[in-house]
T-cell receptor, first 112, second 113 residues
């Protein structure tokens, strides 16, 4: 069973601090990774994509990928109350497979 | 504006009834997907389609059916064989390659009457 696992939540972080969300995957064929944010009662929204080892930064968000250790993480700097949501990690495998495998999500609460 | 439109937003099903959830996209995406999300749970793939007139079962296809007669449309029917249909249903689309993200509609909440 190919899986994507996320660190269990819920995770509470003070406003202004760095929130760190982690994800591990079991399929070494996974080549592309995505982070989605899902507010309560809403649909998932894409916030970051990462394909290569290393860091990718976009505003307050940084995605990190380490294929050797099979983990991907999302850092949120200067956390704001509006960042409170569930974050979903998803991985895609090549060789013509167009499905994504989603983790179960980590619920993040930013405490004012 | 380009996007994915799901309708209705809320749907109620009676015992023994089939209901159809609509999903339309104007992003010119090749691939479309249906997911089910239960409270506090992740996304589970029901069906997906990579091209018109072709679709594949996902992890939880029993009790559901789909069609893909047009590139823009991928309706999902929840049949009476699905005994526990209450959930949040999400439609997504993508360019279809493994490295392309999926984009989601706003979802349909289905409940049993």
């Amino acid at each position: 069973q190919k899986e994507v696992e996320q660190n269990s939540g819920p995770l509470s972080v003070p406003e202004g601090a760095i929130a760190s969300l982690n994800c591990t995957y079991s399929d070494r064929g996974s080549q592309s990774f995505f982070w989605y944010r899902q507010y309560s009662g809403k649909s998932p929204e894409l916030i970051m994509s990462i394909y290569s080892n290393g860091d990718k930064e976009d505003g307050r968000f940084t995605a990190q990928l380490n294929k050797a250790s099979q983990y991907v993480s999302l850092l949120i700097r200067d956390s704001q109350p509006s960042d409170s949501a569930t974050y979903l990690c998803a991985g895609g495998v090549n060789f013509g497979n167009e499905k994504l495998t989603f983790g179960t999500g980590t619920r993040l609460t930013i405490i004012p | 504006d380009g996007g994915i439109t799901q309708s209705p937003k809320y749907l109620f099903r009676k015992e023994g009834q089939n209901v159809t959830l609509s999903c339309e996209q104007n992003l010119n995406h090749d691939a479309m997907y249906w997911y089910r999300q239960d409270p506090g749970q992740g996304l589970r793939l029901i069906y997906y389609s990579q091209i018109v007139n072709d679709f594949q079962k996902g992890d939880i296809a029993e009790g559901y059916s789909v069609s893909r007669e047009k590139k823009e449309s991928f309706p999902l029917t929840v049949t009476s064989a699905q005994k526990n249909p209450t959930a949040f249903y999400l439609c997504a689309s993508s360019m279809g390659a493994y490295n392309q993200p999926q984009h989601f509609g706003d979802g349909t909440r289905l409940s049993i009457l």
